[in-house]
């Protein structure tokens, strides 16, 4: 995974999962929620999903919430985190007015 930290550009799954956890939920809502947001372009598996989790909670960028013991483990966004999301989104900010200087309105 690269990091927005140190310059590099985030996934855009890596970057939605991100968003997603600006408020806490479990694995399966983090799912839909990118799918909705996504009108259904980016689905995300359980395998890619969980691997996603746990290298973003191994950086900081998220940390679980609530009952440890429950089945369904929660996470949130750090502060960590949402400066790698900020971070981002300049990122992406920056190509996009490149791309429009440089396509003007064409469509």
Known sequence: ???????GALTEATFYVLL????PRHGYAVMQFIESETGGRLALG???LYGALNALEER???RRHGDEGGRKKE??????GREA??????RL??????AEKILGGAK
């Not at 995974?1 to 310059?7: E, H, L, Q, V």
């Not at 996470?75 to 960590?80: L, S």
């Open 60 to 62: 900081g960028w998220i």
């Open 46 to 48: 359980a395998g890619t």
């Open 20 to 23: 997603a956890l600006f408020e």
């Open 93 to 98: 900010r920056g190509l996009t007015a490149t």
């Open 85 to 90: 999301a900020a971070r981002e989104l300049e």
């Open 75 to 80: 996470f949130v966004i750090t502060a960590v």
């Open 1 to 7: 995974m690269r990091d927005a930290i140190s310059g």
